[in-house]
C-alpha cells in the first residue's frame, strides 16, 4: 500500500493504491478501508466497501478518501480484504499526514553591515506561513565571529501562526565589544514542528569588503593559448588592495594584479579571483571560461595562385575561402589567352564550388585545402589561329603586290597615217 502523496493539505483528496497477489484459486475480494488518527484504533471514517471481482495472481486497486473537515495531523489507512463470505485474507495499513507545516523567510536585513564600534546594527526577519496548519516555533538570530565561535544569540519565541499569516522578528546588535576589522557573520533562521528553515546569513564589520573584478582576453580561449588576466578593476572603498590571488580552475594558480594563463585541456574550467585588502578582507569572483579547439589552416593550389585564408582558427569560427574561377598562365602562353580554370577543392572540405564557407570543428589540429585548376588552352588556340589566319592574309596581299609592280606595260596599237 502507498499514497501518492505524504503529505496532504487541509482538504485534499487522499489516494491509497494497493496492490495484491492471490496466489491460489480465483476468486471475488471485498476491500474494507478505515481512517484512523495515528496512535488511535478508534476509527474516524470509513470507506465504502468494494468489490474484486475474479482475482487470481497479482492486481491493484485504488481507494480515495476526502480528508474535507477533518482537522490537522498524522494518520492512517487501515484496508483488510475479506472474501465474499466475510473470512479474513489479509490486512495491511498506510500512513501520512493531513496539514502542512511550512513556514518561508520572506526578508532577511543586517543595518549598517558597515558600522563603527558602538554603533546599533538591527537584525530583522520577516517569514510567512505558507502551509496549510497553524504553527509555534521560534526564531534564532546568531552573531558569529569570522574564524571563530558563535558569540552572540538572540531568541524569539511565537505562537499560533495561522496559515498564510506572516511575522516579524527584529533585535539589536550592540557593537560595543566588537573588534576593529574583524568580521562577523549573522545568522538567521525559524526552528518550527522539528524542522527550520534555511539559514539566512550577512557579513558585518567596521571594514568594508573590497570588490573584486577581472576581465581576460581573448575572450574566446583556444587550446594551449596565452590568456591574460586583468584584475586591475578591482578597488577597495576604504582602503587598499594588498593582494591578489588566482585559481585557473585546472590546478594552476598565481599572483598579481595582470597574470598570463595557457590552458592546455579542452572544457569549461571556472577561474577565481580573490583580493585581500590593506585590514584583511576578502573578496572573491569567478568566471567560468571555455577552452576549444584551435586549427592551423594551410591553403594552396597546385598552380601558382595564391589563395588567401592560411591561419589559424579556433572551434566555432568561420571562414570564406574564394579561389579565382581562372588565372592566366605566366609568359607568352598568357598573352596568347592559355589559362588554369579552377577544378574543385580538396582537403578537410571537399567541393567543385570555387567559394566554400567553412565551420571549424573536431579534434584535427591541422587542416587542409588545396585548389586544383586544369590548363585551358582554348583562348591560346583561337588567337594563334586568328595570328595565323591574318599572316596569310597580309602575305598574300604582299605577293599580289608585289606582282603587279613587275609586270611590263601593255603594247601601243600602231597610229594610222592620213
Known sequence: MITDKDVYDLGDKVTVNVFLNNSGKAQDIVACALVKQHGSNIAIDGLPLRTLPNIIGYASFSMVWDSKGFPAGDYYLEIKLNDTSGNWLDRGTCEFRLGRSMINVTSFSVIPQHFKIGDEVKIKLE?????????????????????????????????SLTPKSSINFTSIWDTSSAE???????????????????????????????????????????????????????????????????????????????????????????????????????????????????????????????I????????????????????????????????????????????????????????????????????????????????????GVIVALSLRKRKRKAAPPPPQPPSRSS
Open 180 to 306: 576593529k576589522g574583524v568580521f562577523y557573520y549573522i545568522i538567521g533562521y525559524i526552528s518550527y514542528e522539528g524542522q527550520t528553515t534555511p539559514l539566512m546569513a550577512a557579513m558585518a564589520s567596521t571594514n568594508y569588503l573590497p570588490m573584486a573584478r577581472f576581465s581576460y582576453t581573448p575572450t574566446k580561449v583556444g587550446l594551449g593559448e596565452e590568456v591574460v588576466f586583468d584584475a586591475s578593476a578591482s578597488s577597495d572603498p576604504d582602503g587598499s588592495i594588498s593582494s591578489y590571488k588566482w585559481d585557473f580552475g585546472d590546478g594552476g594558480e598565481g599572483s598579481g594584479v595582470n597574470v598570463k594563463h595557457s590552458y592546455h585541456g579542452l572544457g569549461d574550467h571556472v577561474v577565481t579571483l580573490t583580493v585581500i585588502d590593506n585590514e584583511g578582507g576578502s573578496n572573491s569572483t569567478m568566471k567560468l571560461i571555455r577552452v576549444v579547439m584551435m586549427y592551423n589552416l594551410n591553403v594552396s593550389s597546385n598552380v601558382a595562385v595564391e
Open 308 to 391: 588567401p585564408g592560411s591561419g589559424r582558427y579556433k572551434e566555432g569560427d568561420e571562414a570564406t575561402l574564394s579561389a579565382p574561377s581562372s588565372v592566366s598562365m605566366p609568359g607568352l602562353l598568357g598573352l596568347l589567352g592559355a589559362k588554369y580554370t579552377f577544378r574543385q577543392w580538396i582537403g578537410f572540405l571537399n567541393s567543385t564550388e570555387s567559394s566554400v564557407r567553412i565551420v571549424f570543428s573536431g579534434y584535427e589540429p591541422e587542416l587542409e585545402m588545396h585548389a586544383v585548376y586544369a590548363e585551358d588552352y582554348t583562348g591560346a588556340i583561337v588567337t594563334t589561329s586568328i595570328i595565323v589566319i591574318a599572316l
Open 127 to 159: 517569514a510567512l506561513n505558507t502551509g496549510s496548519t497553524t504553527l509555534n516555533g521560534r526564531c534564532i538570530f546568531i552573531i558569529e565571529k569570522e574564524n571563530s565561535s558563535s558569540i552572540l544569540y538572540f531568541y524569539h519565541n511565537f505562537l
